[in-house]
């Protein structure tokens, strides 16, 4: 019974125990044998052959295809990670300007310790200073009291002193009258 082959099975040509078992005029008939099986063998390998250059070229165009997704990959990648070390250059900033407002903000904290630390001392100055112009002005005006009492005492003395002076004046003018009078009257007699 004459052998097939099919593409998933291996097939070995035994030459020795075909000559043995075929005599001489069989032998065309295994030449004929022979050259089918081969054209068999050659169609099965060229179809094979041709599946897989197919596969190939399938593959080739996969590759090809993965190729440039991989390359849009590494594309957005690479641009993905450009834009990460600018934010991170970015955060950076921002990390030295946080820093550096903290520390400004310390110093800030530190001079208003210190403003407040000198307000607080020149409060309790203008507190003492009040305080001792309201004593001083209880003592101007005690002065300012007392120095018009003075004068008003004064005032009223010289008033007094006037009127006694007036008095003793407007007596002394009468009196001075009194005698121009009688001195007149006088010298009218002796005339």
């Not at 849009?72 to 990390?95: A, I, S």
């Given at each position: ?157 010289n008033e007094k002193l006037l009127n006694r002076k007036l008095d003793d004046y407007s007596q002394l003018i009468n009196d001075l009258k009194n005698q121009l009078t009688e001195?007149?009257?006088t010298i009218k007699k002796q005339k």
């Open positions: 019974m004459p052998r097939t082959i099919n593409e998933n099975s291996n097939f070995e040509i035994n030459n020795d125990s075909i000559y043995k078992e075929t005599n001489e005029n069989d032998k065309n008939k295994y030449d004929d044998i022979v050259v089918e099986k081969e054209q068999e063998l050659l169609f099965v390998y060229s179809s094979k052959i041709k599946k897989l250059g197919e596969e190939l070229v399938d593959r080739n165009n996969k590759l090809k295809n993965l190729e440039e997704k991989f390359k849009l990959f590494q594309d957005d990648f690479l641009y993905n990670l450009k834009v990460l070390e600018e934010r991170d250059k970015e955060l950076e900033n921002f990390e030295k300007t946080i820093v550096d407002m903290k520390e400004e903000n310390e110093k800030k904290k530190e001079t208003i310790i210190n403003l407040n630390f000198q307000l607080n001392v020149k409060n309790k100055e203008i507190v003492c200073l009040e305080e001792k112009n309201k004593k001083q002005e209880k003592t101007y005006e005690e002065s300012i009291m007392n120095l018009k009492n003075e004068f008003n005492n004064a005032c009223e003395n001195s007149l009257s």
